[in-house]
Nanobody, 122 residues
Framework: VQLQASGGGLVQAGGSLRLACAAS????????MGWFRQAPGKEREFVAAIAWSGVRAYYADFVKGRFTISRDNAKNTVYLQMNSLAPEDSAAYYC????????????????WGQGTLVTVSS
């Protein structure tokens, strides 16, 4: 199983980026998929997660109203649309897939992508 994240880059404060994470090796249409981030010197933190149907999603308080998570099960891909970016959003962003199917919210994540770097300049 591989999770390939893409879409990171350098953006000015107030700008937008769209991250994508494509899974290969198996289908995850019955699993929660999520995004986490880790800034230098800080612990990894939860950003957002979406249920298998794509209808239910939940977010960390610090991204509510700015970020939107979505998924395309036909493409085995999860997305993170990030708007109104601020310098404190700078981090490596990681996608992940829950360990157990049909568990919402998940108790743990089994698969992790390699991370894509987001840098927001002031």
């Amino acid at each position: 199983v591989q999770l390939q994240a893409s879409g990171g880059g350098l953006v000015q404060a107030g700008g937008s980026l769209r991250l994508a994470c494509a899974a290969s090796g198996r289908t995850f249409s019955s699993y929660v998929m999520g995004w986490f981030r880790q800034a230098p010197g800080k612990e990894r933190e939860f950003v957002a997660a979406i249920a298998w149907s794509g209808v239910r999603a939940y977010y960390a308080d610090f991204v509510k109203g700015r970020f939107t998570i979505s998924r395309d099960n036909a493409k085995n891909t999860v997305y993170l649309q990030m708007n109104s970016l601020a310098p404190e959003d700078s981090a490596a962003y990681y996608c992940a897939v829950a360990t157990y199917p049909l568990q919402y919210p998940p108790t743990e994540y089994a698969y992790w992508g390699q991370g894509t770097l987001v840098t927001v300049s002031s």
